[in-house]
């Protein structure tokens, strides 16, 4: 078997991580740990851009959200998982990549220009968070990532770090017979379609508080799918409905397994001959029991100490690819080696 390429992907340590995650990125992270050669960042330098005011929340959910991938079946012996705080040479890789993008190429980024409006930055915007795409650039480029799995949203990111990559080669890269120093990293995205939040807004997010969490118990879960929204021009359950586009058929189609049961609600749906109800009741056991053999897998790794073990040794890994990358980077910029007799 040839060597397989390298994946490198991350998570903002905010908060849990909920079923839009997983249908965005992380069902494809398990499906590429046998294939590829993996690794996850927790990037709590990146929590910080826009959480400076609240370290202590990154702090609480830099073992969260590992566990969280733990549960979701990434298999720590195959995956390393390592922590961006204890990598400086990401930072350092930062500040050399940030002379090679334009303030103006940043501001054409739609993801930033969005998370911009959402977070309130539009009349002070911390330069931290303005530049962060810089900062994920030299997250993938510091493991040398090859494939990028990510939601849609990111592809912007994969986009700059491969411009960056590239002007990187082209002003510092030595005599043509040299290999670049960096390959430029392809994005994959996740399953295509991002999941609607429970409320039917285009995104489940957190802060919008339309989430289900990956580590909600089932009464949780009960609750958040009575509350989901429907087909608003539908009263009653004998008026027709419509099915495209209603955000508990969405779910249904992705999280219940039962192909003739989804159809036949479909079916009654369109006719007027099906409450919300049972809807929601059959969609919420479909969601349970989606979610029942990640809680499992969250009771297994559930330890403090073992999963401080798992990220110390991914890091530690990690940590010597950077500073075998930053050696090169820092011979190639041409940087005075005071180190050399
Ligand atoms: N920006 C990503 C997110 O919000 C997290 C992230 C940080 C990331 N560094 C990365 C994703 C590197 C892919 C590659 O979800």
């Known amino acids: 078997m040839g060597k397989r390429k390298r994946i490198l992907t991350g998570d903002r340590p905010t908060g849990n991580l909920h ?29 910080l851009t826009d959480n400076f005011d609240h ?37 350092e890789l930062t500040v050399f990549f940030a002379n090679l993008v334009t303030v103006a190429r940043l501001e054409r980024n739609p993801t930033v220009k ?21 900062s994920q650039a030299a997250d993938i480029l510091i493991v040398k990532g090859e494939v990028v799995p990510v939601g849609e949203d990111q592809v912007p990111h994969v986009e700059q770090t491969r411009e960056i990559a590239r ?25 295509g379609a991002r999941l609607v939040g429970t409320d039917g807004q285009a995104k489940m997010s957190k802060s919008l508080g339309n989430v289900i969490f990956l580590k909600d118990d089932p009464d949780t879960v009960k609750k958040r799918v009575a509350s989901m929204y429907t087909d608003p021009k539908r009263i009653h359950p004998t008026d027709p409905g419509t099915v495209e586009g209603n955000p508990v058929f969405i779910y249904h189609d992705f999280f219940n397994p039962d192909a003739n049961e989804v159809n036949d609600l479909k079916d009654r749906y369109r006719q007027g001959k099906v409450g919300d109800v049972e809807v929601k009741d059959k969609l919420t056991a479909a969601i349970n029991q989606f979610l029942e053999p990640i809680q499992a897998r ?23 690819m950077a500073e075998q990358t930053m050696a090169e980077v820092r011979a190639a910029l041409r940087l005075y080696d005071l180190t050399a007799s």
């Open 298 to 320: 969250r009771k297994e790794f559930d330890d403090p100490d073992r999963l401080h073990e798992i990220l110390a040794t991914g890091t530690r890994k990690a940590k010597k």
């Open 114 to 134: 969005d998370e911009i409006q959402q977070r309130g930055f539009v009349k002070s915007l911390p330069l931290g968070f303005f530049m962060y795409p810089v």
């Open 167 to 191: 002007k990187f080669n082209s002003i510092y890269g030595r005599a043509k017979l040299d290999k670049p120093i960096f390959s430029l990293p392809e994005a994959r995205i996740g399953t």
């Open 19 to 47: 079923l839009g995650h997983y249908v965005g990125s992380i069902k494809n992270r398990v499906e590429f740990q046998d294939s590829y050669d993996e690794y996850v960042m927790i990037a709590d330098i990146q929590a």
């Open 55 to 91: 370290p202590e929340k990154v702090r609480e959910n830099t073992l969260q959200v590992l566990l969280d991938n733990l549960a979701c079946g990434l298999d720590p012996d195959k995956v390393t998982f390592f922590l961006q705080s204890a990598i400086p040479e990401i930072a």
